[in-house]
């Protein structure tokens, strides 16, 4: 299987780089199923209802949320009319939506997607990452009905990431980090055989302080006062993301590549 995903959706140049690249990179890539984080899609602070429609109508087979999941109150009713959207798993028991799914792909094939918020530095407290997923992992084995898994890792700390990569080698085929806007050089086949990148980085404009106009950021670092709210830049968006091919039988990776394609950053692509 060929999957594609895209780091963390920033506001409407990273909205406009997904629309404008995603149908041509799906076709020529060949690709059998796209997973886009979208939950810093709508002006930097979740996603809503509109632009979650827009980022599947340009290709994303699957939405996963964040921390930000909700900022959006739509949201909250919209998740439960839209299964492509994936909440974390360790969020609230009490919030709607799901935080995880079996999802048809190409050739009768599935592909479970499941997504964590990690618990080192995060503003909120959350359930305990690796016991949620775990239970995820065991009901659903690599290779039995699902010849893929892809697990995103929602976090501050790359430790912690790396961490849940180690914990999941062998029992998932992609493990792949977000929320921190920065791409990691990392990616790699662990020794498991599951397909590992600390941080995909963010779809967004890179002239920034991770995806917010410079000025506001400047001022609260440099004299410790906010004047304005954050707002996201809206120059040309880099898409930021993670290329994995797996083997059917095993589900486990065979290729990962980091995926840089337009804006600022350096070209990769497969």
Known sequence: MKILFL??????????????????LRADWGLDFVVVNGENATSGHGLSAAHAKTLLEAGADCITLGDHAFDQKEMLS?????????????FSKAAPGKGYRLFNAPGGRKILVTQVLGQVFMKRPFDDPFSAVEQVLKAHPLGGLPQAILVDVHCEATSEKMAMGHWCDGKASVVVGTHTHVPTGDAQILPGGTAFQSDAGMCGDYNSVIGMEKAEPLRRFIT?????????????????????????????????????EGGRLQTSTP
Request: net charge positive.
């Open 224 to 260: 410790g006062m906010a004047k304005d709210r954050f707002t996201p830049a809206r120059g040309e968006a880099t898409l930021s993301g993670l290329y994995v091919e797996t083997d059917d039988r095993t589900g486990k990776a065979t290729r990962v590549e980091m995926i840089r």
């Open 7 to 24: 780091g963390d959706v920033m506001g409407r140049a990273g909205r406009a780089a997904v629309t404008e690249r995603l149908p041509r």
């Open 78 to 90: 919209y998740i439960e009319k839209e299964p492509r959207i994936i909440r974390p798993l360790n």
